[in-house]
């Protein structure tokens, strides 16, 4: 097949501003420099190219891919950079090129419960199956935003794709809510992915759909999302709570087996200890929650006091809530002075704040 290519043209008076923040996020997703000419940056992924040239207030986007599911990640990517960081330029992306119209968003997928397991007493796990599920293995993410009906919209409209590529609702008063989850396993032959749900007592459409959810139930699902990690990193220090737990197990589970370092999780009771199967030398440790504690403290307190380890390709690792990753990232970013390339501190929820990071 043909290589296939999409193009838009942006007026940006001020990329000087974020251009290289732009540049630095598409970079992330494990991209390799490619030389191109003075002012046009050129990245290579596993699934195609991304090109932004500048010339004055005018920057030109180009992208190539062998295949349409390629060619729409890249317009994903670098639409999303755009609409994060050149927010004072109001970018508006017109995709043109091949693929344009198409307004089937490639990154959605309807997905229909199959099972429902309880875990422990805060724990449900849903298994989702859905056609076309590669690639949600395919570009190195694990989180989707999981697009959630409510009573009072019990039967949502789905998204389309918008001439940026990305998620538009037909319906705005049908739109589902979404919330980010993490694909704690998946088998994209078999056509599942299972997502363990916290049942946390707070309420949130998300919460509550895990604790009533049934088998032939349908719920949308977006992505995949999220960084891949460096994969450079040999020695690992990590920090999760309940809801960073999914990740943490799955890392566990698919890390290099020579992959060494120190896990620890925080959980309420004994009973939400859950079997992980550990194929690294990583240590696994559990912290209870002490009682009347703010969740993730004590788990921030003993990543501090265990230190920065000292093997050369260290990456530090945490997924809580928000106030103890922020102590964290503040920790590893500003005390000992590491860069994203080592470190990851994410909020995975907020007391008091519904649907934190879900937008
Ligand atoms: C990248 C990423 C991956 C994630 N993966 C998972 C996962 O695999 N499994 C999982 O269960 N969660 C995961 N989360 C966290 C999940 O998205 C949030 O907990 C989300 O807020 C749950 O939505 P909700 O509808 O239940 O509650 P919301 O509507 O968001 O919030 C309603 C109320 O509940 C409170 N609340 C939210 N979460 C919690 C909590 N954990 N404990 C106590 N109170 C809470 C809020 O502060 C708010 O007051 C992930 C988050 C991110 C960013």
Not at 12 to 25: N, S
Not at 34 to 51: D, H
Not at 269 to 298: K, V
């Amino acid at each position: 097949m043909a290589e296939l290519i999409c193009h838009a043209e942006l007026t940006l008076p001020r990329h000087g501003d974020y251009m290289g923040d732009i540049i630095d996020r598409l970079a992330s997703f494990q991209a390799r420099p490619i030389p191109a000419a003075p002012g046009t940056t050129r990245l290579g992924y596993a699934f195609g190219w991304a090109e932004i040239a500048a010339d004055g207030a005018r920057v030109s986007l180009r992208g190539g891919a062998p295949d349409p599911g390629g060619l729409a990640r890249l317009k994903d990517l670098m639409a999303t950079a755009f609409m994060l960081y050149a927010k004072a330029d109001r970018p508006r992306i017109r995709w043109q090129g091949d693929g344009a119209g198409d307004g089937r968003l490639d990154s959605f997928r309807l997905m229909r419960v199959v099972s429902a397991t309880r875990l422990g007493p805060h724990m449900r796990r849903l298994r989702l199956g859905g056609e076309g599920l590669d690639r949600f293995a395919a570009f190195g993410n694990m989180h989707v935003r999981l697009l959630l009906p409510s009573p009072g919209n019990p039967a949502p409209a789905w998204p389309v794709a918008g001439p940026d590529g990305l998620a538009h609702w037909p319906d705005p008063g049908r739109k589902p809510l979404p919330r980010v989850y993490t694909i704690r396993r998946m088998d994209a032959a078999a056509a599942w992915v299972d997502i363990d749900m916290l049942l946390h007592d707070s309420g949130g459409p998300g919460a509550s759909w895990a604790r009533d959810a049934q088998p032939g139930d349908t719920v949308g699902m977006i992505g995949p999302l999220g960084r891949p990690l460096n994969a450079k990193a040999r020695h690992f220090i990590m920090g999760a709570d309940e809801t960073g737990m999914p990740a943490l197990a799955r890392l566990l589970e698919t890390l290099p087996p020579e992959t060494g370092g120190t896990a620890l999780v925080e959980i309420a009771t004994p009973a939400d200890r859950q079997p992980i199967d550990n194929r690294t030398a990583i240590r696994l440790e559990w912290l209870l929650r002490p009682p009347g504690a703010a969740p993730g403290a004590a788990l921030a307190d003993r990543i501090m006091a265990e230190g920065w380890p000292g093997h050369p390709d260290s990456f530090g690792w945490f997924a809580a809530e928000s106030a103890p990753a922020q102590r964290i990232r503040q920790y590893w970013r500003s005390d000992l002075g590491l860069g994203r390339d080592r470190t990851l501190a994410a909020a995975y929820w907020k007391q008091g704040r519904a649907g934190l990071m879900a937008g």
